[in-house]
């Protein structure tokens, strides 16, 4: 046998050894103690000194903001916080036209190892695809906006859409 065979054998014996011992000796009968003879006046006592010093401590003023938030309803989704890096990336680029009657709807994207894909209306494009609507192309995806060209105009620069 291995030696790692070995210590695996003792630490085994030495399991079995302790739970012969756990069980046939030092669990005596007669050891446990009776639940009906403890006074009930003790246990009451006991119930009601730790309530006393639960109620006698002061809730710090984190705890009573989180109790006063709790009843309120959310405005928004509190786990979402918008950068202003993000507005800022979101505005509307002074050297193309904007998103003309907001009719493109930019609303995200992802970016794998083979690329990137932007996700447009609700569908899902590569840079260079023809988009569902006749005449625009998507040309450059940016992490905050996707520029989108269209046939015979200027090219548009949709931005991502900000959902509070």
Not at 11 to 20: N, R
Not at 67 to 72: C, R, S
């Amino acid at each position: 046998m291995k030696r790692r065979e070995k210590i695996i054998i003792f630490f085994a014996l030495i399991a079995v050894l302790y739970g012969c011992y756990n069980f046939f000796i030092a669990s005596t009968p007669g050891t446990v103690t009776d639940i009906s003879k403890i006074d009930p006046g003790a246990s009451k006592k006991l119930v009601n000194d730790l309530l006393s010093k639960v109620l006698k401590d002061e809730l710090s003023e984190r705890e009573l903001y989180a109790i006063a938030q709790a009843g309120k309803d959310w405005t928004g989704n509190p786990f979402m916080k918008i950068k202003d890096e993000i507005k800022k990336a979101a505005k509307f680029d002074k050297t193309a036209p904007s998103n003309p009657g907001g009719n493109l709807a930019y609303c995200g994207f992802v970016e794998t190892v083979n690329g990137k894909l932007a996700i447009i209306d609700g569908r899902e494009y590569e840079e260079g695809e023809a988009l569902a609507r006749e005449g625009y192309c998507l040309k450059k995806i940016l992490k905050y906006r996707v520029l989108v060209g269209v046939k015979g105009k200027k090219d548009i620069i949709v931005p991502l859409m900000a959902i509070n």
